[in-house]
């Protein structure tokens, strides 16, 4: 199983971004991929998630700013995050497990088995 994010940057506060991350290699036909993020001496943090039966969480300082989607033909997950925040600063992991997402995003980090490799996200005031 291979997941490759894309799409951070440098931006100002009140911009906006959209992270991809691709899945390869996960055959089950029910999937949980979901992005967490880590700041600067801090440890990880469920942002938001998304299952292959459409369903959705989010955590509560981005509910209303961010939205995640996926394009099954293409095998990607998206995370648009609008009205960004400098608190939203930091590296952005996407991961994924071959079963629904069953638990609320704060769980993401031990829930899912697999992650890619990360992309920087800066948000200056």
């Known amino acids: 199983v291979q997941l490759a994010e894309s799409g951070g940057g440098s931006v100002q506060a009140g911009g906006s971004l959209r992270l991809s991350c691709v899945v390869s290699?996960?055959?089950?036909?029910?999937?949980?991929v979901g992005w967490v993020r880590q700041a600067a001496g801090k440890g990880r943090e469920g942002v938001a998630s998304?299952?292959?039966?459409?369903?959705?969480n989010y955590e509560d300082s981005v509910k209303g700013r961010f939205t995640i989607s996926q394009d099954d033909a293409k095998n990607t997950v998206y995370l648009q995050m609008n009205s960004l925040e400098p608190e939203d600063t930091g590296m952005y992991y996407c991961?994924?497990?071959?079963?629904?997402?069953?638990?609320?995003?704060?769980?993401?980090?031990?829930?899912?088995?697999?992650w890619g490799q990360g992309t920087q996200v800066t948000v200056s005031s």
């Open positions: 991961g994924a497990d071959g079963e629904l997402c069953f638990r609320p995003v704060v769980h993401m980090t031990a829930d899912l088995a697999y």
């Open positions: 290699g996960l055959t089950s036909s029910s999937i949980c």
């Open positions: 998304i299952d292959s039966d459409g369903s959705t």
